[in-house]
């Protein structure tokens, strides 16, 4: 089982020169980052030891309890999409025109905290509707299949984890690489959830 555990969460290779967890790391290392513990052994817990395999079986919203453990197997790939994609005329990543936006509504540390090494700032359901779109905000509720107010909440819970993951050493990579790195992290997800990439 921890075999399996390392596989799907990157070997423990999540630490960054830096030694921040989460970053560069794979599924494991960003669920764990979104819920606060460090890869995915220890979002799952308790469950490793305790018939991991019938948790499985009831998709991760089973094995991570409500809230936001429930929403995440339909809002992260969602999430990971809208950041991967390519916005704007520039032919930038979705997570470049999010720190862009970021930096012009006055959120410029909070995202720089996610972009570098240091800890993440957090980021309220309030200041997720003043940095996406509200096209953005109904296009992740219609693929999430979440109400709005949900998704806003949902947002701002797994957004500093995914941008720090997204951002391994620093800095924002190019868009080939970003997309390379979300598609990688969405086929992982759907992995383990059972759903599609």
């Keep these: 089982m921890d075999d399996l555990l390392r596989s799907i969460g ?6 960054s020169s830096g030694g921040q967890s989460g ?15 460090g890869g995915l052994g220890s979002v799952l817990g308790a469950g490793a030891g305790a018939g991991i395999g019938n948790a499985m079986g009831g998709g991760m919203g089973s094995i991570l309890g409500g809230g936001l453990g429930a929403m995440l197997p339909t809002l992260l790939p969602a999430v ?8 704007g ?34 980021i309220t359901a309030s200041q997720v509707e ?17 109400p709005a107010d949900q998704v806003t909440q949902g947002v701002a819970a797994v957004l500093p984890s995914v ?13 080939e690489q970003v997309r390379a790195t979300t598609d990688q992290l969405q ?11």
């Design 89 to 122: 005329a520039a032919g930038q990543s979705g997570v470049h025109q999010l720190v862009d936006t970021m930096h012009a509504k006055g959120l410029g540390d909070v995202a720089g905290s996610w972009v570098g090494t240091g800890a993440n700032q957090p």
């Design 187 to 197: 086929s992982d997800l759907a992995g383990i959830t059972g759903g599609k990439p």
């Design 10 to 15: 990157g070997g423990g290779q999540g630490q």
């Design 80 to 87: 990971l999409g809208m950041l991967g994609a390519k916005s």
């Design 23 to 37: 970053q560069g790391g794979g599924i494991g290392d960003l669920l764990g980052g979104i819920l606060g513990g």
């Design 130 to 146: 003043q940095v996406l779109t509200p096209e953005q905000l109904a296009q992740l509720a219609a693929a999430s299949g979440l």
């Design 163 to 175: 941008v720090n993951t997204l951002t391994p050493d620093g800095s924002l990579p190019d868009h």
